[in-house]
């Protein structure tokens, strides 16, 4: 690895030149094909509305994709719409527009105003035989003159084979050559049903750049846990565009993941591409809470795991280095680390957390803090930061002050009534009132939370997330909530309690308490760090 200025470096750069030397053909730049609106959401259980997918489309184009796949037009009016309000909208990426190799598929996608159009037709003799039941020969002509139409209509063209990795090597070089000749732009290999490997795509993506000029682009499946790496693969054999989806959602198991690849090329491979990589964590989030399909924690770049560590060895490292224990620093793709405190922390982790704060302790009552919080590790849970504090506080003998509160509440609901909360807070001893309405109890209440004026200015909830803890109608719950101020700051709000309203606010109200917390203890350090200055200064 190559260092500049570790000290300051946001990431260490892998030294490509050997790799270069041997993938002589490996690109400096790659276009990325976004497909979330159209393979994405054949996710099962996923149905978008036009609009949702407008809002999305929106999202992509300010990452900085190339070229969005948003979906469909032959398959409902639907499609149709969000096409036609995709061409009125002012966007850099083109909006491509999936068909079939016939004239009715590509006369919709016209019809919608789509910009590109990506045309396939199956080229594996299982696909022929059973699902089209076309000889070679038909599929061929049907492949040339739907990429001469298109062209004809003066639009790119992009084309695929479908289940190009299972098809007749033979014969997919004939297709591809006879398309090019036909005038396609762009030539797409997919591998449909994730059936690849690295070594067998990278000789396939040599072999076919041996016979045509125009350039390759990848669409790799994840049914065998390959997509990225199938596709860095593609790439390396000089593959020149990559088609991906955010969060790698998808039919079955999914495809190659935007985030993963990207970043992949820009650090392992020092490949761009116009990806903004700080809005990755945000275009994740947004589609995961559209889709309802959340990442797993463990995932590669966006996971909630991804920058999250917990033995002291490791926090230690960090905290000189950051880039002893993490490949890139969090900020580069707009996440955040985290310190998790569990049976394996070491007291430089509590220490760095007590002065983020301003909380003074001696050397003791750190070293007791610390293990306090072993002791429920070894009970088989870890501890969050409000169990952190009240540890703390039964340590130094330090008490916390709550300056929000809850005072009253009341719900209504009902079959003919929208869900209202009327709430109270006291805030710094101040009582205020507010009231609000939303899709159910617990929605208007956080909603009326969101509207009471704070010092914290106005609070924007930027996740929810809800466990139950036991079974049965008088079951606890398990609330956490993440808020996000006016400035940027973000603070997590944890509560247990039988009732999922009550139980909500206050996770949310945790929060906010815990926020103000660590405002006014940068405030201290800060005042103190500006007398200490002042005082040097006049000695």
Request: with cysteine; glycine share 8%; charged share 25%.
């Amino acid at each position: 690895m190559r260092e500049d200025d570790v000290s300051k470096a946001k990431y260490l750069v892998a030294d490509t030149s050997a790799l270069r030397a041997e993938c002589p053909d490996m690109p400096k730049r790659i276009k990325v094909f976004d497909t979330t609106l159209r393979d994405g959401e054949q996710t099962p259980g996923v149905n978008l509305t036009s609009d949702e997918k407008y809002r999305t489309a929106m999202l992509l184009d300010s990452l900085g994709v190339d070229v969005i796949e948003a979906g469909f037009p032959a398959s409902s009016a639907g499609e149709v719409e969000l096409f036609k309000r995709l061409s009125d909208a002012p966007m850099s990426a083109k909006i491509c527009a999936l068909a079939r190799a016939s004239t009715p598929d590509i006369d919709a996608a016209l019809s919608a105003g789509a910009n590109y159009v990506h045309v396939f037709i199956a080229t594996s003799d299982i696909h022929m035989k059973y699902k089209l039941k076309m000889s070679r020969e038909e599929v061929l002509d049907r492949a040339v003159k739907s990429v001469e139409y298109v062209k004809a209509h003066g639009l790119p063209a992009e084309f695929s084979c479908e289940d190009a990795t299972r098809s007749d090597p033979e014969f997919i070089k004939q297709v591809y050559m006879a398309v090019e000749d036909a005038g396609a732009d762009m030539l797409n290999v997919p591998d449909t049903v994730g059936a690849s490997t690295p070594r067998t795509v990278y000789r396939m993506i040599r072999e076919i750049r041996g016979y045509v000029k125009r350039p390759i682009s990848m669409h790799m499946h994840n049914d065998f846990g390959l997509a990225v790496a199938n596709t860095l693969a593609g790439v390396e054999a000089g593959a020149q565009q990559i088609q991906v989806t955010v969060n790698g959602v998808g039919e079955r198991a999914g495809n190659a993941s935007l985030e993963e690849v990207v970043m992949a090329l820009r650090l392992l491979y020092g490949i761009e591409t116009n990806i903004q990589t700080e809005k990755l964590f945000e275009a994740s989030q947004f589609v995961a809470k559209l889709f309802k399909v959340w990442p797993s924690p463990n995932k590669a770049i966006v996971g909630e795991n991804a920058f999250a560590h917990t033995a002291g060895i490791h926090v230690h490292g960090i905290q000189a280095n950051a880039l002893t224990y993490e490949p890139f620093l969090p900020e580069l793709v707009g996440q955040k680390r985290r310190i998790l405190f569990g049976k394996l922390i070491g007291t430089s982790a509590v220490k760095a957390w007590l002065g983020e704060r301003g909380i003074k302790a001696t050397e003791e009552e750190i070293k007791a803090v610390t293990g306090k919080i072993k002791e429920i590790g070894d009970r088989g849970r870890g501890v969050r930061d409000l169990e952190l504090m009240a540890i703390i506080d039964s340590v130094t003998g330090r008490s916390s002050k709550q300056r929000i509160a809850l005072k009253q509440l009341l719900v209504t609901t009902g079959t003919e009534a929208k869900p209202t909360a009327r709430i109270t807070l006291s805030v710094d001893s101040k009582e205020i009132p507010a009231e609000k309405s939303g899709d159910g109890p617990v929605d208007a209440a956080l909603n009326a939370i969101e509207s009471v004026p704070t010092p914290l200015g106005r609070l924007k909830l930027k996740e929810y997330h809800l466990d139950p803890l036991t079974g049965g109608s008088d079951a606890l719950c398990e609330v956490y909530t993440t808020l996000q101020s006016e400035s940027g700051e973000e603070e997590t709000g944890y509560a247990v309690g039988p009732d999922i309203v009550i139980t909500s606010i206050q996770a949310m109200i945790n929060g906010m308490n815990c926020l103000l917390d660590r405002r006014a203890s940068r405030g201290s350090i800060a005042s103190h760090a500006a007398e200490a200055e002042r005082n040097q200064e006049k000695r």
